[in-house]
């Protein structure tokens, strides 16, 4: 509970004056690598190891870092809405909650390792730190976008055989509507100040949840998350991301694009 204390869950607090930056030497890198493309390419290797997770390979690390004093104690998650509230979280705290949130999924919605969970939310804090959850699990996150309608989330709730979905007070009557239709869908978790029957509060969950839990031991070629295409030719198509396609892909926009040198 001290933990949860500190970690401001989801407290809304007014900023005065100028976001001040993340980095003291913030800076726009302009990319200095791609004199020679071609020798770039040929010589360019990514090593990819058997075994890689995102949470617990890079953010607990962090976290282990943090608390030692060995990295900038920059947030790792600083969330501002418009009305210049904030919830700004630091590994540490990044960490006990998403492991609140993973033995959410994991024990009252008795998800398994591959199950698939639709998440529906506007960029509220509880959308990332369900992306860590799930991470954490090894279930399989599907992102929508608050705008689809109930036919598209029927359809994407039955061509996914997603077993739990998440999403807020604006929606919930939607998927009550053809949750019937759904077989495989067992759990609704609704992130929201009220209760819902029928459905669990996030809120409330992750209150009484435990924060121990062990990351699970995803090879690098496990299903991460699943996108649906737009369906401007035909039915949304499922295009799956593994946990290295994106945990390790996306290092190289980092390294070549933006010229950032990875840390150790």
């Known amino acids: 509970m001290k933990m949860l204390r500190h970690a401001k869950c989801f407290q809304r607090l007014p900023i005065s004056g100028s976001v001040r930056a993340l980095h003291k030497d913030n800076r726009r890198a302009t990319p200095q690598n791609f004199f020679n493309y071609e020798s770039m390419k040929q010589d360019f290797k990514l090593e990819i190891p058997e075994y890689f997770n995102f949470a617990n390979d890079v953010l607990d690390q962090w976290t282990d870092k943090e608390k030692a004093g060995k990295k900038p104690s920059n947030p790792a998650f600083w969330w501002i809405n418009g009305k210049g509230e904030e919830v700004k979280w630091s590994f540490e705290e990044l960490g006990f909650l998403s492991r609140k949130l993973a033995n959410v999924l994991s024990e009252a919605c008795s998800l398994q390792r591959g199950d698939r969970v639709i998440l529906i939310l506007p960029r509220v804090p509880e959308w990332w730190l369900t992306n860590v959850a799930c991470l954490r699990t090894g279930t399989v996150l599907i992102p929508g976008t608050t705008q689809l309608t109930q036919k598209d989330i029927l359809y994407r709730l039955q061509s996914s055989k997603t077993k739990c979905i998440i999403t807020n007070d604006i ?35 992750l209150k009484h949840a435990s924060d121990s839990h062990t990351c699970v031991k995803t090879k690098h070629s496990e ?3 699943i996108f649906f295409t737009s369906g401007t030719s035909g039915s949304p198509k499922m295009t799956g991301h593994t946990h290295s396609s994106f945990g390790l892909g996306l290092s190289v926009n980092g390294r070549f694009w933006l010229d950032l040198t990875p840390q150790t």
């Open 171 to 205: 929606l919930a009557p939607a998927i009550d509507a053809i949750a019937p239709k759904c077989e495989n869908l067992h759990s609704k978790l609704i992130v929201s100040q009220n209760s819902r029957e029928g459905w669990g509060n996030l809120k409330e969950m």
């Open 223 to 225: 299903m991460m998350a």
